[in-house]
């Protein structure tokens, strides 16, 4: 019997649960199509490419939509549960809340190691993947974006011009670039021949010029100088192409937990850097952990009104999900800053509720409204007396 129960309880939550990620997962996915649509129509990206690009920016989704979309799947299902008087029904029949509770620990625990997972193996992988990809893309976009006898506006502070450009597309010849990098003196750079060279190990594209001059005028037009060059290698900032400028070493968004731990030991890092890397672990630990405080929460919350509806059930999900997130974003905040240390920045709203969640369930299990309970402790008091 209460095999049966647990199944049809876990089968009510799995089905909008997988319903909800999918919505919310695409909803993610459509604040960047736009710049998705502009890599293909404008920058000439392959729609293999950007099928690619997708699937590598889907775990970093997952991690945020998995504990949503459990908090409000168990929601709807006890709410359901409950307007359609099934909890009533199910007490009555001598099954209590921690037997109802099984299967919704179950799939708590379920989405906790899918979301560890995902955090500890497929997120650093498949950020690092992404930002290679976007550099691969990048320089390919580069060279592509070049044409001969137009000036090319694509790099950030810089105007590329070139006088001819072979089929192949491997150099160019009769280079001019207007250099608007520094903000006291403008340079004019004149080269007979250019190569993009792509340096994948510190992630940057050069152009490199061959057998030109550099030629500089003062803001005041009195002053002017001429450098002559055999090669001259300028950084293009591809920030305007694809937003891929890299650096040479990876972010903390890209390594693994070994790799965190083994970054703060090394010698020389500043308060904040060190400070990143540390919001860096416990985020590892304290997202996936949100899974099994969120089902805790979202039982007694979802049967406390008995005609609770699945609308009732996503919006209180979308307000405990924001107090949740936005309590989490100030604590790392702060964290940043230096003004808390980096556990109590990230774990502090999981301590919250996570205590709330035992709370309520408690009051749940005894029946009680948390006014009732005071009312009955008080007058346990005056009983005594």
Known sequence: MNKIISRYIFREIAFPFFLILFVLTFVLLMGKILQIMDLMVNKGISVLDILHLVLLIMPSFLMFTIPIALLVSILIAMGTFSADNEITA?????????QIYYPVAVASLLTFICTIVIGYYLVPQSNFA????????????????????????????????????????????????????STEEQNTIIARKAFLVADTKRMIVKLRLENGSIHTVSPDLKNYRKVDFRIYDLIL???????????????????????????????????????????????????????????????????????????????????????????RIGGEALAETGRLSPAVGVWTPNVIFAIIGVLLFYFAYRELTPLQLIQAHFGHKRHHR
């Open 237 to 327: 900032d591809l920030s305007t192409t694809l937003a891929t400028y890299s650096e040479e070493y990876k972010s903390s968004t890209e390594m693994t937990l070994t790799e965190l731990l083994e970054r703060m030991k090394k010698p020389g890092l500043d308060g904040s850097a060190i400070r990143e890397l540390a919001i860096e672990v416990h985020k590892k630990f304290s997202i996936p952990l949100s899974c099994i405080f969120f089902g805790l929460l979202a039982l007694p919350l979802g049967i406390t009104s008995h005609r609770a509806v699945k609308s009732r059930g996503f919006a209180v999900g979308i307000i405990i999900v924001a107090a949740y997130y936005l309590l």
């Open 130 to 181: 992404t930002k290679k990809l976007l550099f691969e893309l990048a320089t390919q976009n580069a060279s592509i974006g070049i044409k001969e006898k137009v000036f090319n506006s694509d790099f950030k502070d810089l105007l590329v011009y070139a006088d001819k450009i072979p089929a192949n597309g491997e150099y160019m010849e009769g280079v001019i670039i207007s250099d608007k990098r």
């Open 90 to 98: 199910l007490k009555a029949a001598g099954v209590s809340l921690l």
